[in-house]
């Protein structure tokens, strides 16, 4: 069973993501945006020591998030919309970690 509360992206939490509410377009991806842009202006501050934490964190959202790929009921844009935010996110933590 999923943890519906537990806070996947800065603010937002699995229910957000799952449920059929808020809907995708507009309300989930302005969330998203506004979550991503909070979550890359934190990066500018976060010691390089914690990076690989957040990394290997945001990793176990995206599984957390995916374990049910395949759920009809499951609001599989929403889905698909936090998987490229998840992964913009992670790529820039990723650059932050380069030499």
């Not at 979550?35 to 501050?45: D, G, I, T, V, Y």
């Amino acid at each position: 069973m999923l943890e519906l509360d537990k806070k996947i992206f800065g603010d937002i939490t699995t229910k957000e993501i799952i449920g059929t509410d808020p809907p995708a377009i507009p309300d989930t991806k302005e969330r998203l945006e506004k979550e991503l842009k909070n979550l890359l202006s934190q990066l500018e501050f976060t010691p390089k020591e914690d990076l690989e934490k957040l990394l290997e964190q945001q990793d176990g959202f995206d599984a957390h998030v995916n374990a049910r790929p395949g759920a009809m009921a499951l609001a599989q844009n929403k889905i698909q919309l936090y998987n490229e935010f998840s992964h913009r996110y992670a790529d820039a933590i990723k650059k932050k970690l380069e030499p």
